[in-house]
């Protein structure tokens, strides 16, 4: 028996009731049962999480509503939220520009891998320090596009270095 609880796929969730072997046919079936009232479906979690990243909490809320699925909103941006991160690759194309945090208060620095088209990193500020700082610690980049800023030209200098 011992053995059988090991093959069972979430023995966490699921609890073996009864075992049955089947020389005739070589099968084993297995009798369990739910240990918990509420599992959540691997394969449900992964359609609601596109659902979720593609259209927002309120509105896959909405959509799956007319598919006849109970979910809240919170639970789809529960799930967006544990979607695993990428890992970010140093780009060769780096494009370099300062955005705003809050209005005309705090400003920051967009890195945008112009390769792929898409952000990789939000700067804490619009610094040059800062920027050289995260070019030295992601050697690679061979490309820099940038504004006219007088703010980045030194720090991406000597970050390349």
């Not at 939000?122 to 940038?146: F, I, M, N, Y």
Request: include cysteine.
């Amino acid at each position: 028996m011992s053995v059988l609880t090991h093959l069972l796929p979430d023995s966490s969730n699921l609890r073996l009731e009864n075992c049955q072997l089947d020389k005739i046919k070589t099968q084993i079936n297995l009798i369990v049962s739910a240990i918990s009232r509420v599992v959540n479906c691997p394969v449900c979690n992964q359609r609601l999480s596109v659902i979720g990243l593609a259209n927002g909490g309120a509105a896959g809320e909405r959509l799956l509503q007319q598919w006849g699925i109970k979910v809240s909103r919170n639970t789809l941006l529960n799930l967006v939220r544990s979607i695993p991160l990428p890992p970010i690759v140093t780009p060769h194309t780096l494009g370099v520009d300062d955005f705003c945090f809050r209005k005309c208060k705090t400003y920051g620095t967009a890195l945008i891998d112009l390769e792929r088209s898409r952000a990789i990193a939000l700067l804490k500020d619009a610094l040059a320090e800062t920027l050289t700082e995260w070019l030295k610690a992601h050697p690679g980049v061979k490309v820099v596009s940038r504004d006219r800023s007088k703010t980045y030209p030194y720090s991406v200098t000597l970050g390349k270095q």
